[in-house]
């Protein structure tokens, strides 16, 4: 399989759910730059914020949406931990959803079983 055909990522999600919330904010708000930075190296990036894609895995560009979108995932996420609630999704993975944007596609077949 070439990187052309590769549909999916493998990856470690080591953010906390608080960072993950500041740096969607950081995206958002475009703060220090961060918008260029992580369209110019993704990787980079995201290495930097804990989530560490497996070699040959990780995304050679993003796509990012405008400022209120990210934002309305941020307020949301915000909304959620002041009642309390827990998220049903790792802020870690909503990290890449948001910044980006599932280009990948959907993940590979479970693997078959051992004889």
């Known amino acids: ?6 549909s999916w990522i493998e990856l470690r999600i080591g953010i906390t759910d608080e960072d993950a ?7 958002a708000n475009n703060k220090a730059g961060i918008r260029d930075e992580i369209q110019e190296n993704p990787g980079e ?3 930097k914020k804990k989530i560490d ?9 993003v796509r990012l949406p405008e ?6 995932v941020v307020s949301w996420l915000r909304e959620r931990a002041a009642r309390g609630e827990p998220c049903p999704i790792s802020h ?10 599932i280009s990948h596609g959907p993940p590979p077949p ?5 004889p």
């Open 1 to 6: 399989m070439n990187d052309e055909e590769q």
């Open 21 to 27: 919330i500041n740096f969607l904010e950081d995206l």
């Open 45 to 47: 990036v995201f290495r």
């Open 53 to 61: 894609f497996l070699p040959g895995t990780e995304p050679k560009q």
């Open 67 to 72: 400022r209120d979108e990210i934002m309305s």
């Open 92 to 101: 870690g993975f909503l990290v890449l959803v948001v910044s980006h944007g």
């Open 110 to 114: 479970p693997p078959p079983p051992e």
